[in-house]
């Protein structure tokens, strides 16, 4: 059995974390059977510090992208086998799009706005066996987490640019995989791939969490096509 380590749901969605919800869509979409271990407790253990990481017959992988490639070497690729390799070269290109930008602006949104500082806390800090840490020792730890995600976002160079540009990076995204998804089904026409659960990881954190305001919200809202592709994803694979 694959035990998956990884953050929790966050309302309707089943992580916080777009490449934890990846990982989990990729299995339901593969039917690959698997447990789930959450908290952040598991940090600890991650291989490269960061979740998701899974466990399978005594081996550890770490990183979404690597254990995707596991599961294809190990278990076949159901997949993606019907893509062609320029569909494959796409599909490398939006997901880079999806976790190596666009993830940062939901970071960036989460973190950083101050409309979403209080909701912030309850989810990442309100937690029982953080509540149960003596004061001061909280408010260091809460200190230190956001400096360090506002370190990362300047270090990966979003950071540096004022909101509404963060806003219209994240919105030239959005307009790009909704032209091209247009009014297929999934992301390279009727049968499902990969890509849509990783599209799905970052859809979903937008456009399913309804506890964060942001202008990146908003916009997502406006492209429909999106919207309903979320919505379809969410009720084949976690309805
Ligand atoms: N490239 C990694 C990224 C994973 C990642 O960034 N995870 C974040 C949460 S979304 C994390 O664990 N952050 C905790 C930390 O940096 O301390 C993957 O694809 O799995």
Redesign the pocket.
């Known amino acids: 059995m694959i035990t998956l380590y990884k953050f929790g749901p966050l309302e309707q969605v089943c992580d916080a974390?777009?490449?934890c919800v990846k990982v989990e869509a990729y299995m339901r979409m593969a039917g690959l059977p698997y447990e789930v271990k959450t908290g952040t407790k598991h940090?600890k253990t991650a291989p490269k510090?960061?979740?998701?990481y899974i466990e399978d017959n005594g081996k550890r992988i770490a990183?979404?992208?690597f254990i995707v490639q596991y599961f294809k070497e190990t278990y076949g690729d159901s997949l993606d086998s019907h893509l062609s390799d320029q569909d494959k070269a796409i599909a490398t290109a939006f997901t880079r799009l999806l976790?190596e930008n666009l993830y940062w602006v939901i970071v960036h949104a989460r973190w950083l706005l101050p409309q979403n500082a209080a909701m912030l806390d309850q989810n990442i800090f309100g937690a029982p066996e953080f509540l149960r840490l003596p004061l001061p020792l909280r408010a260091y730890i809460k200190y230190s987490v956001k400096q360090k995600v506002k370190a990362s976002l300047h270090a990966q160079g979003l950071g540096r640019h004022s909101h509404e540009e963060i806003t219209a990076i994240g919105n030239r995204d959005l307009l790009a995989l909704a032209n091209f998804l247009q009014d297929k089904p999934y992301f390279f026409g009727n049968e499902p791939s990969s890509l849509d659960a990783i599209a799905y990881g970052s859809l979903a954190n937008i456009l399913l969490v309804n506890c964060y305001q942001a202008p990146i919200i908003d916009q997502a809202r406006t492209y429909e096509n999106l919207s309903a592709f979320t919505r379809r994803f969410h009720e084949r694979y976690f309805g």
């Open positions: 974390s777009p490449f940090l510090g960061k979740l998701p990183d979404s992208g976790e």
